[in-house]
């Protein structure tokens, strides 16, 4: 493979720009600004702009801060699609 070590794998990069979709709509959805989002999370502005932009977040913890305040489970977060807003969580 021609592939730097660092390079993201094309699951990686789908999982990613999956997330990214999915917390910006939620965002967008609870009508929170950046800065609001990032405030209730108690994390910095610039990770709610790294996520949403599919850029690597590399603190779990931080993305699941974030997803808590939308709404979003781990199980959620962690899958490559989301359930829909009628779907009972299984």
Do not use: K
């Not at 994390?43 to 931080?62: G, M, T």
């Amino acid at each position: 493979m021609n592939d730097a070590p660092n390079d993201p794998t094309p699951l990686a990069v789908s999982l990613a720009v999956s997330l990214a979709q999915r917390f910006q709509a939620r965002r967008r959805d609870c009508a929170f600004s950046v800065a609001t989002l990032a405030r209730l999370a108690a994390v910095e502005p610039d990770l709610i702009r790294a996520i949403e932009e599919a850029r690597p977040v590399l603190d779990p913890r931080s993305i699941e801060a974030v997803g808590a305040v939308l709404g979003l489970s781990p199980r959620e977060l962690s899958t490559h699609e989301a359930r829909g807003p009628d779907e009972p969580e299984a």
